[in-house]
């Protein structure tokens, strides 16, 4: 271990290089439509997988419907404390439906606005499509093992001025941006909200916030953002694919308190129809960690105003486009190349290659209980291979 870590910080350490990392390969890329990535996972439990850190501390049980705010236990990363409803009661969402304003018991947004904390589970599969943004309230845990969860065809969901929130198994895809109007935030509050743009999820003013085992796909503007100094964020085990911009870390150029900002992106598969920001990063610091990048149209990792990144352990399959095989891009004309990007036990694909970039550590810095060991990036395809909404029965390891 002691030298694995030497390994790395002498990477971290390196001055800048001109030369980029390249490798080439001659595989075959097949597309699959949509609908195959809202992922059922019917392999059998019986069948010996290669499962990441944070799997391995909860799949492997049969008793998880009963125990299952055990799996509060499981994150790594920046958003390891992430508590969610751990210390909160049960609660069963039962309907579909949706009122912003008055929601009734039962429903997923009176649950989530209640300050108590709550562990929030689902009777039964449903496709919720709500009528406004869902703002999420501190302490809440959404976790849809156990059912198949659908949020989708309207606006989604909004995690703002909060802390300390969980959401796990559901498909959170199609969504549209919100109506200017009334909003319930807590159950003594409704605010007039001018309208959210049509995210998957967003991530504002937020701290502690743990984003596992979902699908995203297919919305009017981003999957997950992650803005106006949030910090303390895991994006992990997760599928994306069919978007545009998929994840935005930092408001814009000039909001300087992003420099806060600290996310780790681990074990997720960025699937078919992707185009870029995967993510895209201002100011702060993104750890990327056996990711599975299947495609990108224009690049895979990007940024401005001089964020750190440090991509480790991923695989990268380039776009057959000669002009798109870069996993990087710089959104400056000059002055990046004391930015601090740098590649360790990256495997690229298919002639893709990474520009690094800057000097002195690039390190995370964990604490010992958010610390993790990352693979060599070979391993990706096998880590991430459960990506998305997992097919978890009771009574049986997921």
Same mark, same amino acid.
């Given at each position: 271990m002691a030298y694995a870590a030497l390994l790395i910080l002498l990477s971290c350490t390196l001055a800048y290089q001109a030369s980029t990392l390249m490798a080439v390969s001659s595989l075959d890329y097949t597309s699959e439509a949509l609908t195959s990535y809202i992922p059922s996972n019917s392999k059998s439990s019986t069948t010996k997988k290669t499962m990441n850190t944070i799997d391995s501390c909860w799949r492997r049980m049969s008793n998880w419907a009963s125990n299952r705010r055990a799996l509060a236990d499981c994150a790594v990363g920046f958003g390891q404390a992430a508590m969610g409803g751990k210390y909160g009661a049960m609660y069963v969402v039962t309907s579909p439906s949706d009122d912003p304003v008055n929601p009734k018991p039962g429903t997923l947004r009176y649950g989530v606005i209640q300050t108590k904390p709550l562990w929030i589970v689902f009777a039964k599969d449903m496709v919720i499509k709500l009528k406004n943004e869902l703002i999420m309230n501190s302490f809440k845990t959404v976790d849809g093992r156990g059912v198949k969860v659908e949020i989708a065809y309207g606006p989604c969901i909004t995690i703002q001025g909060v802390s300390h929130v969980i959401i796990h198994g559901i498909s959170i895809h199609d969504c549209k941006p919100g109506k200017s109007g009334l909003v319930r935030s807590t159950p003594t509050h409704v605010g007039h909200r001018l309208g959210s743009d049509g995210d998957a999820i967003s991530i504002f003013t937020s701290s502690h916030v743990w984003i596992d085992h979902c699908f995203l796909g297919s919305c009017s503007d981003g999957l997950i953002d992650v803005i106006h100094a949030s910090t303390a964020i895991t994006i992990s085990n997760n599928y994306f694919s069919h978007h545009d911009k998929v994840m935005l870390f930092g408001h814009n150029d000039q909001f300087t308190a992003d420099k806060a900002m600290r996310v780790t992106v681990a074990f997720n598969h960025f699937g %078919?129809?992707?185009?870029? &920001?995967? #993510?895209? *990063?201002?100011? @702060?610091? /993104?750890?990327? =960690?056996?990711?599975?990048?299947?495609?990108?149209?224009?690049? /895979?990792? @990007? $940024? +401005? /105003?001089? #964020? %750190?990144?440090? +991509?480790?352990?991923?695989?990268?399959? =380039? #776009?057959?486009?000669?002009? =798109?095989?870069? *996993? %990087?891009?710089?959104? *400056?004309? +000059? $002055?990046?190349?004391?930015?601090?990007? &740098?590649? +360790?036990?990256d495997k690229f694909v298919n002639g893709a290659y990474f520009v690094q970039s800057g000097w002195g550590s690039c390190a995370p810095l964990y604490t010992r209980s958010q610390a993790f060991s990352v693979a060599d990036g070979s391993m990706a395809p096998a880590l991430t291979s459960d990506a998305g909404p997992l097919s978890c029965y009771a009574g049986k390891a997921c």
């Open positions: %078919t129809g992707l185009v870029q &920001r995967m #993510p895209r *990063v201002r100011f @702060g610091y /993104a750890h990327l =960690a056996n990711n599975m990048y299947d495609e990108w149209d224009m690049y /895979a990792i @990007g $940024g +401005s /105003a001089n #964020p %750190t990144v440090f +991509s480790e352990g991923n695989y990268f399959f =380039a #776009p057959n486009n000669g002009d =798109a095989k870069q *996993v %990087t891009k710089r959104e *400056v004309k +000059s $002055g990046w190349k004391n930015w601090k990007w &740098r590649s +360790s036990k």
